[in-house]
């Protein structure tokens, strides 16, 4: 075998073996648009970080649809302070791994008060125990 064969298939077999690499997890946003930010890009090439994004948005959403309207517009001014304490974290993975648990944490306790035994007043009570842990 000539050397320029032997590089041949050494070159075919590294391109094979790289396509057959499972693909990075992508995050419940798209990793391709201009705007993003240092922390999005981090979590963008993180497959940990993407998966704890998609875990927090699949919660987010189904916690949001059980929602009055009210308490759905008083979610999402949370869910905008949580993102702009995210996005302080910049490049550093364990400061926005830690908000990631943290936020799935809170909006664990949001979906635990549609449990039959909850009190009508919990969402306002973990919408207030939210906020003063954020400040």
């Known amino acids: 075998m000539t050397f320029h064969r032997f590089a041949a298939s050494i070159i075919a077999a590294t391109a094979f073996a790289l396509t057959a690499l499972p693909a990075a997890a992508a995050p419940s946003f798209d990793c391709g648009a201009t705007n993003r930010n240092t922390a999005e890009h981090t979590i963008c090439r993180s497959r940990y970080l993407s998966a704890l ?61 549609f449990d039959d035994s909850a009190s009508p007043r919990c969402i306002g009570r973990a919408l207030r125990r939210h906020a003063r842990s954020t400040h």
Do not use: E
């Open 53 to 113: 994004d998609r875990r927090m948005s699949r919660k987010y959403f189904n916690v949001r649809a059980m929602l009055s309207p009210w308490a759905r517009r008083r979610l999402r001014r949370t869910q905008r302070q949580w993102l702009a304490q995210r996005n302080d974290c910049g490049i550093w993975r364990r400061c926005i791994a830690s908000h990631y648990g943290r936020r799935i944490r809170q909006l664990n306790q949001f979906a635990n008060c």
